[in-house]
Each structure stands twice: as C-alpha cells, then as structure tokens.
C-alpha cells in the first residue's frame, strides 16, 4: 500500500500540481478582478448624491414627511436631511467665515441628500426621476453631477470589456498549459498504455488511473489556489477594512469554486484527451510522437 501511494503522490505529481495551481491561481486572479471590480462600480454609484433644494415656504415636519416618501421609492437607496442652520454652519466651517454675519439672513435653503440605487445610477433614469420630484411644487431645483456620473459609467463600461476580454483570454491560456503539463505526463507512459493493451485490458480500465491522478491533481491545485486568494483576500480587508464592502464573501465564494471547479474539470479532460491520443496510436508512432 504504501508502495502505491508513494508512486501515485510521486515527484511529477507535485510538480504537475504546482504548475497546475500557478495557473489556477493566476484565473482566479482574473475573476476575482471582474467580480470586484462590479462591486466596485455599484458602490461608486450608490455613493453619488445629488441635492433636492426645498423652498423655505415648506416647513421643517412636511419636508421630513416628503423624505419617507422618497425613501419609500424604489430608485433611492438612502436620503439625509440638510437643515437651513446645518447648512450654514457646513458652510462657514468650509469657507471659514459666516456669510450670515454680513448678509443679514441665512442665505442657504434646507435640502435633501439622495443617494440612488446601482441600477437608477444613469443618465436614462436620472432624466425621469428630475421630472418626477421637479412636480412637487416646493422643490426649487436639484443639483446632481451629471458629468461625474457619466464620466464613471463610461470608465467603468470600458473597464468590465477590458477584464471579461482578459478573462476569456487567460482561460484558454490556461486550458493549453494545463494541456501541455498532463501531456507531457502522460507523454512519459506511451509505452506502458501500449503494453497494456496488448495484454487485453480494455480503454476504460487504462483511462481509470490517469483520469483519478489527475483528479487529484487539479484538486490539490484547487485548493491551493484557493487558500493564496483567500490569504490575499483577507490581506487587502486587514490593510483596508472599507474594501469589505467590495470584497464580499459572495465573491470569495464564487471565485473559490470557479478555481476548485476549473481545476478539476480542466486536469480530468486534458488527462482524457491524452490518453485517447495514445490509445488511438499505433506502436510505430510511438517513437515519434
């Protein structure tokens, strides 16, 4: 028995599992990008307030009555109320003197801070949503960054192409250096698949061992690969604790087993592709291939 294992878990099956995990982790790297960096466009949008101006006619109980309702609608994530005396005092703290003193009166108007949900955070929907609050009569005006906004769901369009691209990319790179290292490996038994089958054992039989070694491989890697994003993942929270909100354990989840699912797929069906190779071979080719 421990013959067996010590040739199944020999050296080229290490090595085999360390090139395989090199790979795996680089993929997970790539998904674990495009899914965060979808996170973090949905938190750049939500984060993007823009300010509903109230007339001063409308008092304090009815503006505050006017903010249920706008948090009661499905395209706003959270409001805050701007008081008049909150108002000038962010103000004068921002500039540094107190434009009431030499005006005589408050000159700023009470507002109210909305933040939008990811999904309303666009130029469409903005459009509608101004109209819709702009047909309440104490609304003087609302002051959103139209050019911020555009600007990010622009850079954040052209930033998704840019990672799925690389991600396609990367996996059918990997798919061929995987290849390449079972190939090799499988390479290095040619003869003794040959002699197998010429003592009467079918493919099934001669397919089973290499099929279940690299199993075994892609699952090392897999897990490897995950313990190194997880450490990485648990890294970046630890030096930035905000980044939780875009390093989810929702992304660590998918991330995790897309690499431990990739991993074995991938080492399972490059072994098979091999091994029919030289199954299908006759034993002149053997010395050439």
């Known amino acids: 028995m421990s013959k067996k294992s010590g040739s199944f878990f020999d050296m080229q099956f290490i090595t085999s599992s360390i090139s395989t995990m090199l790979v795996l ?60 005396a909150q108002a000038l005092k962010e103000q004068t703290e921002a500039m540094g003197t107190d434009p009431a003193e030499f005006l005589g009166h408050n000159p700023f108007t009470a507002s109210i801070e909305v933040k939008l949900n990811a999904d309303y955070a666009n130029s469409d929907s903005l459009a509608w949503i101004k109209n819709d609050i702009l047909a309440n009569k104490n609304v003087m005006e609302i002051n959103y960054p139209q050019d911020l906004l555009d600007s990010v769901n622009r850079n954040i369009k052209r930033a998704s192409l840019i990672l799925l691209g690389l991600a396609a990319l990367l996996t059918l790179i990997s798919f061929a250096l995987i290849n390449n290292t079972i190939r090799l490996a499988v390479y290095s038994k040619r003869f003794l698949i040959h002699t197998m089958k010429l003592v009467g054992a079918n493919w099934s039989f001669i397919r089973r061992p290499f099929i279940v ?53 991938i080492t399972s069906l490059c072994a098979l592709i091999s091994i029919n190779k030289y199954l299908k071979m006759k034993v002149s080719e053997l010395y050439y291939k």
Request: cysteine-free; aromatic content about 10%.
């Open 25 to 84: 982790l680089l993929l997970g790297l790539v998904v674990f990008f495009v899914l965060t960096a979808n996170n973090l466009s949905v938190y750049v949008r939500e984060n993007i307030a823009f300010s509903i101006m109230i007339s001063d006619d409308m008092k304090e109980p009815d503006i505050l009555r006017y903010q249920k309702e706008l948090n009661r609608e499905p395209f706003v994530k959270e409001t805050a109320y701007i008081s008049k």
């Open 213 to 265: 070694r690299n199993i075994w491989i892609g699952i090392l890697a897999g897990l490897i690969a995950d313990a190194a994003l997880i450490g990485m993942a648990f890294g970046l929270v630890n030096y930035e604790p905000d980044l939780v909100a875009i390093i989810t354990p929702d992304v660590m989840l998918i991330v995790m087993g897309s690499v431990f699912v990739f991993g074995v797929i």
